[in-house]
């Protein structure tokens, strides 16, 4: 338990019974942990009486009218979290997943099935999922696991970075040679930074042409969050592109859109 938990615990000990109220050292210096779930205060105060029993200190659970009167006195209580402005009213756990398996060998093979519904580089090639992984081969990932390229601080002065340099300086040169770029950029793999390194390029692209009111972005409403995130991050505009019941693109409703920003 975290010290702000097991303080605010322990002033709603206070709040108990007498007969339930064991001294708040031997309390807390015998409480383990207790589990990080949502719950009601009348169920924390059950907690609290159950092992105040346990240490001898209490006698018998609190009644309906005690549980009552604790929940309300504590709602005054300044700078509580439980206050009825916080409390939630909602249900929660309600999935039955949350009350169905009972054994640790009935959940474990729960997982199971959960993992043999995902596709893995073991089944076939990853369609969708961390970009990162998917964009860096094995044979890439091991000389970058090498003690000499690792560990080194992404803010680390440049003076202290001319090897990682003269890598990205030559690896440009060789693969402009290969396919006859001026220029190669080095964007992120990762996706969301890939997409923003992108759209950042489109944004210059436009302002050098002198096109600055080019700022609108059509994204598909299935597409993933970091899509529009990004393109706001960028500056532009995001304008969202329905999709068909099989998930494609709604190609009037694009159409639509096309006609319209490249009108006004």
């Known amino acids: 338990m975290d010290l702000p938990a097991s303080v605010l615990l322990t002033q709603y000990l206070y709040r108990l019974p007498p007969c ?26 059950t907690l609290c009486v159950v092992i105040c029993m346990g240490l001898g200190k209490g006698e018998g659970p609190p009644s309906a009218t005690n549980s009552v009167a604790i929940t309300q006195r504590a709602d005054l209580h300044e700078g509580s979290v439980l206050q009825s402005l916080f409390r939630r009213t909602s249900p929660y756990l309600t999935h039955p997943v949350f009350n169905t398996h009972h054994s640790e ?4 093979r729960y997982m199971k099935t959960l993992e043999n519904k995902d596709m893995s580089l073991v089944h076939s090639m990853i369609p969708l999922g961390s970009c990162t992984m998917k964009l860096n081969s094995t044979t890439e990932m091991m000389p970058c696991s090498f003690r000499h390229f690792t ?22 040169q060789d693969l402009c040679a290969i396919t006859g770029y001026d220029r190669i ?23 050098a042409r002198g096109e600055t009111h080019r700022n609108i972005c059509l994204i598909p409403v299935s597409a993933h969050g970091t899509n529009p995130a990004s393109a ?7 304008e969202s592109i329905n ?7 709604d190609m009037g409703h694009l159409s639509a859109k096309v006609h319209y920003h490249s009108t006004t």
């Not at 992404?154 to 030559?170: C, I, N, R």
């Not at 706001?232 to 995001?238: D, E, F, K, T």
């Open 232 to 238: 706001q991050m960028a500056g532009m505009q995001v």
């Open 20 to 45: 339930w109220r064991p001294p708040a050292t031997s309390f807390m210096a015998r409480l383990v942990g207790v589990a990080g779930c949502p719950v009601e205060l009348v169920g924390w105060l």
């Open 151 to 172: 560990d080194i601080h992404p803010f680390v002065p440049l003076d202290q970075s001319l090897g990682y340099q003269q890598l990205f300086e030559e690896l440009q």
């Open 105 to 108: 060998t009935r959940i474990v």
């Open 243 to 249: 999709v068909a019941r099989d998930g494609s693109i």
């Open 185 to 207: 950029s080095f964007q992120p793999n990762s996706g969301a930074q890939g997409e923003y390194a992108g759209l950042r390029a489109i944004r210059g692209y436009h302002e």
